[in-house]
């Protein structure tokens, strides 16, 4: 703000008069303003981090950055924790194109369904305050819904409710570009006849959470978003948190970004307000959603019995593990338990990390929708940040190559497989296999891309890359309990 004073009319000494004061008044508002500009920009530079070794942050940007020059996606911004503590903050790219700003790591981003977990952590805290129970039936706050009083509140945030999803696509769709009301959404969406029976699928549902929420608004008689702010942000010191359903982004912030097929990047279209809560509303800086990290691995917000609900994963009627507990997926990845969960609303696309063991957590925020860099960034950092050596192949991929090698010869060793994969591999299917894979050389990459439980067994998925690299396989196994495997086969690459 610029402030401006009239220059004084030399005929009157009365104005001359005012003008003293009016300088007065100046010098003081300017003293004010010039330490509020002190306060903002330390407050900005203090979302800036770099306490990692010069070789760990060459390895950082130089995988972030690759990982966007390979997608297009316009920007990144990534934080790093180690030890307990926020070590490293950076942007790349450019968080705006027309005209080009730079992404800077004070730039808020929208985190989609990140959100979720804030909204358990909001029934959580509720649960704490003897005002709830996550086994309530949703027909005690909701009686007008499906089934509501075989739901409960645990299966709500679990996604195992059976509620249709209002929004499985991955771009934005006319009806939502309007302003909407959760009581719409439940209308619409939650009084229709359940996709299962409540407890016997896992599915993922937007509509689940948009329940959530209004339980939370009903409970706590306030909004979601001003009872997150008073019991969560504000004493996680995440100063910068928006609800970008109430309103956009700023001028400061990232620009959301789509794209057609490989065409150019052209500015996403934004959801109408009410579309959003409770299940994708948030936005903030990557350096806010570290110090939530920071308090889940540490778990200095919630009570003990909070973070043993939030954590453990909601199994299925048949006893089936869907890896998922309140608002967030908890898998094993690089041999530790991981806290994950993406998210993605119209122009951005975010992927966050928890290794609680470790102390450890990778936060990296895009803007792009149905854009897969920030899950490739989070991924390609996460043996950085843990220091785990990913040259050396594991005993899953040794085994599986040297299954393969010994396929394109028309051998196995069948001690290796179960009497159902043994069967599967007949004469004529060794035959094939050798037919086919020979031909192709032998693979210069066998590396694991993927792994879940299901079945009560270890399904795998293994990239296979060949001599003239034109051409990629997949390998996917399931392993028993005992080591013998169940499944092995040779698939074309995606």
């Given amino acids: ?6 220059k004084p009319s030399p005929e009157s000494h009365f104005l001359l008069g005012w003008l003293f004061i009016m300088r007065r008044i100046f010098f003081c508002l300017f003293a004010l303003a010039c330490s509020s500009f002190v306060v903002a920009a330390h407050g900005q530079s203090s979302l800036t981090v770099n306490d990692i070794s010069a070789d760990l942050r060459t390895k950082l940007d130089a995988t972030a950055q690759q990982a966007l020059d390979q997608t297009g996606v316009p920007s990144a911004s990534v934080a790093i924790v180690q030890g307990g503590k926020i070590v490293y903050t950076r942007a790349y790219g450019k968080a705006k194109l027309d005209p080009p700003v730079p992404a800077e790591p004070s730039m808020r981003y929208s985190v989609g369904s990140i959100s979720k977990q804030f909204t358990a952590a909001a029934i959580l805290l509720l649960e704490q305050q003897g005002k709830l129970s996550i086994d309530d039936p949703v027909s005690k706050y909701l009686p007008d819904l499906t089934r509501a009083n075989e739901v409960t509140i645990r299966m709500l945030l679990s996604h195992t409710a059976g509620y249709q999803d209002f929004w499985p696509e991955d771009y934005l769709m006319p009806p939502m570009r309007e302003a909407t009301t959760a009581q719409y959404i439940l209308d619409t969406w939650a009084k229709k006849p359940l996709d299962f029976d409540p407890g016997t699928r896992w599915q993922y549902s937007n509509t689940n959470y948009v329940i959530a929420g209004l339980i939370v608004e ?11 702010q008073a019991n969560v942000f504000k004493p996680l010191d995440m100063e910068a948190v928006w609800n970008s359903d109430a309103e956009r982004l700023g001028d400061t912030d990232a620009s959301g970004y789509i794209r ?4 150019p990047l052209r500015p996403a279209p934004k959801e109408g307000k009410g579309w959003m809560f409770a299940a994708g509303e948030l936005a903030m ?5 570290a110090q939530w990290n920071i308090s889940m691995m540490n778990r200095s917000l919630l009570a003990a019995k909070s973070y043993d609900e939030m954590f453990a994963t909601v199994k299925l009627k048949d006893g089936t593990d869907p890896h998922y ?5 908890v898998r094993n990845a690089l041999g530790r338990t991981c806290y994950e969960h993406s998210g993605e609303v119209s122009g951005f696309v975010s992927e966050n990390m928890v290794f609680p063991e470790d102390k450890a957590a990778i936060v990296v925020l895009t803007n792009q929708d149905a854009a897969r860099a920030a899950a490739i960034i989070a991924r390609g950092l996460a043996p950085i940040v843990l220091g785990v050596d990913t040259q050396a192949p594991s005993e899953p991929e040794r085994q599986a190559m040297e299954i393969y090698n010994g396929l394109m010869q028309g051998k196995i060793d069948r001690a290796l497989f179960t009497p159902n994969c043994n069967a599967y591999f007949s004469q004529q299917a060794l035959e094939d296999f050798q037919s086919s894979l020979s031909p192709l050389g032998k693979p210069t990459v066998l590396k694991k891309t993927a792994e879940e439980l299901r079945g009560g067994m270890t399904f795998r998925v293994f990239s296979v890359v060949l001599p003239d690299e034109k051409q990629h396989l997949q390998v996917t196994t399931y392993t028993t309990p005992d080591g013998k495997l169940e499944q092995y086969l040779v698939i074309p690459g995606q």
């Fill in 1 to 6: 703000m610029r402030l401006t004073t009239g």
């Fill in 218 to 228: 009903k409970v706590s008689g306030v909004p979601l978003m001003k009872f997150l």
């Fill in 260 to 263: 057609y097929a490989l065409g």
């Fill in 285 to 289: 800086p990557a350096y806010d959603l």
């Fill in 325 to 329: 507990g309140l608002g967030l997926f």
